[in-house]
């Protein structure tokens, strides 16, 4: 195979690439990103969100719950995750994102029963995070079987 035929496939593959349309451009006036003032409206409407997801499909299994300890304002991130033996996630089957309000936060992490693997350990693991910080964690909750749970009340600890 000659290098011309390689070079034009390249040349083409740059080209369209390049020719891709430009990213929209915001008007002048653009929003400002949330102050700290505001977190209980993101966490109002992220909760509200979270109650909004409709009557659970055949298909989908749910974990729920409420969260305890979460300062106002603070990221929260929740993961249901397949950890190995030396206590490595390995795969994530389910995330969610939620906005601390200093009050009882609850959540609702909905997931595929069918991507929960037959034997492994799989975890309920959560962090808390200030301003790009981890403040608190929440420790590892076994979850054994795919089925729909309510968890109770989850109690954050200050990280270490």
């Known amino acids: 195979m000659s290098l011309r035929p390689l070079l034009m496939l390249s040349l083409f593959s740059l080209l369209v690439a390049c020719g891709s349309d430009a990213p929209k451009t915001q008007p002048q006036s653009q929003p400002q990103p949330?102050?700290?003032?505001?977190?209980p409206q993101q966490a109002q409407k992220k909760a509200k969100e979270s109650a909004d997801l409709g009557p659970l499909p055949a298909y989908q299994r749910e974990l729920s719950g409420t969260l305890q300890g979460i300062p106002t304002g603070a990221e929260v991130e929740l993961a249901l995750l397949v950890i190995d033996e030396k206590d490595r996630p390995q795969q994530l089957l389910a995330s969610s994102s939620l906005i601390g309000t200093?009050?009882?936060l609850p959540f609702r992490l909905r997931f595929n029963p069918d991507s929960f693997p037959?034997?492994?350990r799989v975890e309920l693991r959560g962090r808390a995070s200030q301003s790009g910080q981890l403040i608190l964690h929440l420790p590892a909750q076994r979850i054994d079987q795919p089925t729909t749970q309510a968890l109770g009340q989850l109690q954050f600890v200050k990280a270490p």
Do not use: K
């Open 102 to 104: 200093n009050q009882i």
């Open 34 to 39: 949330p102050t700290p003032g505001p977190a």
């Open 118 to 120: 037959a034997g492994a």
